[in-house]
């Protein structure tokens, strides 16, 4: 029917950011939905430099937010932070396309929402845009499976990460009107979010990676990529009961045999809420005295782990057609 076509023209625009030069409006009659263009684009000479422009940008976030990052959590945080930093919140011409995000560095909610799930989707973790009568925010689906709502544009406004991962009932809390109830087709198509927020406690921390030893004397320095969330490491040498934690991503270990294989193990910690979680635990074999090595470790930590906790639109008549102008435009 027409107003499927038109749910499904909406739905298409919203959710496929990468034809950044289509505007969020178009036309229709009884037989067909007629798609716009703004009129920047419409020569492919134009849209052919606009294009290099938008995903020159568009690419160098993408990789930096897979820069460390191994969760789905960790990937979200990274590109919401990217948002925040990047954008100022101004109205302009090009505000419901993510040209306005990538090359203007200025747009409203359309641009925060759609940048977002083309960086995300991008990167493996599954996102949608989703739109009420006035506004357009995220739903993500994280590590446990689920999806949660992330507004990055009013958390830029706010200052903070309050709507990052959050459920139904948090996605609300600071509207004044509707501003997050979902319109239809999103109402039935986009991703059922949770009806409470996400926590760090019901995912496991990363492992530390890239593990470095530099051996030296009587000690060995152990290096290793930071892990986000994490507050602390806990750093144990096989053969040893003894736990050393820092909050660096380096241990110097000393009193460590030469002349054998020494595994040293190392684990990521934060504390949620109150409880303390854990990551796995990473391995290095190390020989004194060698030169720099580093070689995966096939043995078991041997200390006992403990395991993170689980956890509108208007319009107007021509003939022949109606014009939907900005369906919606989200600000």
Same mark, same amino acid.
């Given at each position: 029917?027409?107003?499927?076509?038109?749910?499904?023209?909406? /739905?298409? #625009?919203?959710?496929?950011?990468?034809?950044?030069?289509?505007?969020? *409006?178009?036309?229709?009659?009884?037989?067909?939905?007629?798609?716009?263009?703004?009129?920047?684009?419409?020569?492919?000479?134009?849209?052919?430099?606009?294009?290099?422009?938008?995903?020159?940008?568009?690419?160098? !976030?993408?990789?930096?937010?897979?820069?460390?990052?191994?969760?789905?959590?960790?990937?979200?945080?990274?590109? *919401?932070?990217? #948002? %925040?930093?990047?954008?100022?919140?101004?109205?302009?011409?090009?505000?419901?396309?993510? /040209?306005?995000?990538?090359?203007?560095?200025?747009?409203? %909610?359309?641009?925060?929402?759609?940048? #977002?799930?083309?960086?995300?989707?991008?990167?493996?973790?599954?996102?949608?845009?989703?739109?009420?009568?006035?506004?357009? !925010?995220?739903?993500?689906?994280?590590?446990?499976?689920?999806?949660?709502?992330?507004?990055?544009?009013?958390?830029?406004?706010?200052?903070?990460?309050?709507?990052?991962?959050?459920?139904?009932?948090?996605?609300?809390?600071?509207?004044?009107?509707?501003?997050?109830?979902?319109?239809?087709?999103?109402?039935?198509?986009?991703?059922?979010?949770?009806?409470?927020?996400?926590?760090?406690?019901?995912?496991?921390?990363?492992? +530390?990676?890239?593990?470095?030893? /530099? %051996?030296?004397?009587?000690?060995?320095?152990?290096? !290793?990529?930071?892990?986000?969330?994490?507050?602390?490491?806990?750093?144990?040498?096989?053969?040893?009961?003894?736990?050393?934690?820092?909050?660096?991503?380096?241990?110097?270990?000393?009193?460590?045999?030469?002349?054998?294989?020494?595994?040293?193990?190392?684990?990521?910690?934060?504390?949620?809420?109150?409880?303390?979680?854990?990551?796995?635990?990473?391995?290095?074999?190390? *020989?004194?005295?060698?030169?720099?090595?580093?070689?995966?470790?096939?043995?078991?930590?041997?200390?006992?782990?403990?395991?993170?906790?689980?956890?509108?639109?208007?319009?107007?008549?021509? +003939?022949?057609?109606?014009?939907?102008?900005?369906? +919606?435009?989200?600000?």
């Amino acid at each position: 029917s027409r107003t499927d076509a038109i749910d499904v023209a909406r /739905y298409f #625009l919203y959710n496929n950011p990468q034809y950044y030069f289509l505007k969020a *409006h178009f036309l229709s009659s009884s037989t067909a939905v007629y798609i716009g263009c703004y009129d920047a684009f419409v020569h492919g000479s134009d849209r052919a430099e606009a294009t290099n422009r938008v995903f020159d940008v568009i690419d160098q !976030w993408i990789v930096s937010i897979n820069d460390d990052e191994i969760t789905a959590y960790d990937k979200l945080l990274s590109a *919401h932070n990217l #948002l %925040c930093n990047e954008l100022d919140y101004v109205n302009g011409d090009f505000d419901q396309s993510i /040209y306005s995000a990538a090359v203007q560095k200025e747009t409203v %909610c359309a641009g925060y929402a759609e940048a #977002l799930s083309l960086m995300l989707n991008a990167s493996g973790v599954s996102s949608t845009t989703v739109v009420s009568d006035s506004h357009a !925010w995220n739903c993500v689906q994280l590590d446990d499976g689920i999806y949660y709502g992330v507004d990055s544009t009013w958390d830029d406004i706010l200052g903070g990460h309050m709507l990052l991962a959050v459920g139904q009932s948090d996605i609300t809390k600071y509207d004044k009107a509707v501003e997050h109830i979902a319109i239809t087709p999103w109402t039935e198509w986009a991703p059922v979010m949770s009806d409470v927020s996400y926590s760090v406690s019901t995912a496991s921390l990363s492992k +530390p990676s890239n593990l470095r030893t /530099y %051996c030296g004397g009587a000690s060995v320095r152990v290096r !290793w990529d930071r892990v986000s969330d994490a507050d602390q490491y806990e750093v144990q040498v096989d053969g040893s009961s003894k736990i050393t934690t820092t909050t660096s991503s380096s241990v110097r270990l000393t009193n460590i045999p030469t002349g054998k294989d020494v595994t040293v193990y190392i684990r990521a910690k934060a504390v949620v809420n109150g409880v303390t979680i854990y990551s796995d635990w990473s391995s290095c074999v190390v *020989h004194l005295g060698s030169s720099s090595s580093t070689k995966p470790a096939q043995t078991q930590p041997p200390v006992t782990t403990t395991q993170p906790a689980q956890t509108t639109t208007s319009e107007s008549t021509v +003939p022949g057609h109606t014009i939907y102008l900005d369906a +919606p435009s989200m600000s």
